[in-house]
Each structure stands twice: as C-alpha cells, then as structure tokens.
C-alpha cells in the first residue's frame, strides 16, 4: 500500500545527536502510532520534540543503550546486573554531557 502512513517509525541514524537537526518532518510522514528515536544524548532530539507536539506516544534510545550494557555485562561476567545502579550511573554520566 504505497503512501500509506507507517505506524511506528524508529529513527537508526545519528541525526539529533550533535546536530540539532531532525531527520524527518514527522506531520509530513503521518505516523500513526509511536516514535523511536535511538539517540539517547540529548534525551530531547527534535525528532522527540516534533512527536511531543503531535501528541505521538515516543521515547530515546536511553533503554537500548541500557540494556545493550546489561546484556554485556552478563556475558562477560556471568553475573546477574546492577540494571538499576545501571540506569542511574548511565544517567549521571549522560546529565554531566548535558551541562
């Protein structure tokens, strides 16, 4: 069904990140359902302002990066992970970034 509005859209490019810009023009493209934006550093891309605007549901890519690091973790170490020691260590480092 060519043209028709996708449900979810998943930004997997690194535009936001330091640009300030925003891959796509979200009221042009229709999504109907929800945003991902993989960028996880700002946690507010343009993209998520656009979707914020729209009323779209939408989230980072903070969760990916998160439990990219506890799978890795229990890989290496065979040792169930800190998830939410984690997540605040994770957070920390990524607000210092913000200042």
């Excluded at 993989?38 to 998160?66: F, K, R, S």
């Excluded at 957070?91 to 200042?99: G, S, T, W």
Aim: net charge negative; no cysteine.
């Amino acid at each position: 069904m060519a043209g028709q509005a996708p449900d979810l859209l998943v930004n997997a490019t690194s535009v936001g990140m330091h640009d300030g810009r925003s891959p796509v023009a979200l009221q042009a493209v229709g999504v109907r359902e929800a945003l991902i934006d993989i960028v996880y550093a700002p946690p507010v891309t343009p993209l998520l302002e656009q979707a914020q605007a729209l009323g779209l549901p939408h989230t980072n890519g903070l969760g990916m990066v998160l439990y990219q690091g506890v799978a890795a973790f229990r890989f290496f170490t065979g040792v169930e992970p800190p998830v939410e020691a984690m997540r605040a260590a994770l957070e920390d480092v990524l607000a210092k970034r913000e200042q």
